[in-house]
C-alpha cells in the first residue's frame, strides 16, 4: 500500500528554518519525481518543489528559490525539504506527493501525505 508520511512541521519565528521530511513505502520509491506542495488556509493549493527520481533536476516555485532546497535519499525512501529564511508567507500545510513525470499541477499528483503543519509567526 502506497504511504507517504510527513513529519518535521511545526512554529518557528520568521528567519529560522525547518526540515520537512516524507517517509514513503509502498512502491517503487525511485522510478518516481516527488515534490512539496503547500496549502494555506483559504488558499488554492500551490506547488512548492519538484526533485527528479535521481536528484539530479530540482525545481522551485519562484516564492521559495533560493531559500528552500528540495533533496531525496533513495536508499531511506525519504524525500526532504529544508526550509531556510522562514516567512509569515510559509504558513500552510506542507504535502509531499509522487508524479511519474515532472509537473506542478497537483492534479497530476497521484498520492499524497497526510500534511504537517508549518506556522511562521513572532
Known amino acids: 500500500q502506497v504511504q507517504l508520511v510527513e513529519s518535521g512541521g511545526g512554529l518557528v519565528q520568521p528567519g529560522g528554518s525547518l526540515r520537512l521530511s516524507c517517509a514513503a513505502s509502498?512502491?517503487?520509491?525511485?522510478?518516481?519525481?516527488l515534490a512539496w506542495f503547500r496549502q494555506a488556509p483559504g488558499k488554492e493549493r500551490e506547488f512548492v518543489a519538484r526533485?527528479?527520481?535521481?536528484?539530479?533536476?530540482?525545481n522551485y516555485a519562484d516564492s521559495v528559490k533560493g531559500r528552500f532546497t528540495i533533496s531525496r535519499d533513495n536508499a531511506k525512501n525519504t524525500v526532504y525539504l529544508q526550509m531556510n529564511s522562514l516567512k509569515p508567507e510559509d504558513t500552510a500545510v506542507y504535502y509531499c506527493?509522487?508524479?511519474?513525470?515532472?509537473?506542478?499541477?497537483?492534479?497530476?499528483?497521484?498520492?499524497w501525505g497526510q500534511g504537517t503543519q508549518v506556522t511562521v509567526s513572532s
Open positions: 506527493a509522487r508524479s511519474q513525470i515532472p509537473q506542478t499541477r497537483p492534479e497530476g499528483y497521484d498520492y
Open positions: 509502498g512502491f517503487a520509491f525511485a522510478n518516481y519525481y
Open positions: 526533485i527528479s527520481r535521481g536528484a539530479g533536476n530540482t
